[in-house]
Nanobody
Framework: QVQLQESGPGLVKPSQTLSLTCTVTGESITASASAWSWVRRPPGKGLEWVAAIRYDGNPYYNPSLKWRTSISRDTSKNQFSLQLRSMTPEDTAVYYC???????????????????????WGQGTQVTVSA
């Protein structure tokens, strides 16, 4: 079955860049029609979609985070990664990687914070932004 596992630092200082990697097993991240996302949940708040990368390598970003977000992939390792720059305490959250959403589009990003859009989730990794 498809499994996802996040890795990265648990603590980041303000203004630094967060780098997270998701390792996927059980399915190629280049599988036709697939997309792979980063989603986060700040403490006491709902899910927020951050970014996605499609099977063909096309990236998609939450418009509110786009200016400081990059998503990339390493197909040889079947991994995709997130970089979030200029971190602030408001970026403190549990970060998840997930398979989805289906038919990812720049015009439907407002739908992607719905957990039902994702078929498989990683266990999540706590990221705290603090000096």
């Amino acid at each position: 079955q498809v499994q996802l596992q996040e890795s990265g630092p648990g603590l980041v200082k303000p203004s630094q860049t967060l780098s997270l990697t998701c390792t996927v097993t059980g399915e190629s991240i280049t599988a036709s029609a697939s997309a792979w996302s980063w989603v986060r949940r700040p403490p006491g708040k709902g899910l927020e979609w951050v970014a996605a990368i499609r099977y063909d390598g096309n990236p998609y970003y939450n418009p509110s985070l786009k200016w400081r977000t990059s998503i990339s992939r390493d197909t040889s390792k079947n991994q995709f990664s997130l970089q979030l720059r200029s971190m602030t305490p408001e970026d403190t959250a549990v970060y998840y990687c997930a398979r989805g959403p289906p038919n990812v589009s720049s015009f439907r990003s407002n739908e992607y914070s719905d957990s039902n859009k994702y078929a498989v989730w990683g266990q999540g990794t706590q990221v705290t932004v603090s000096a």
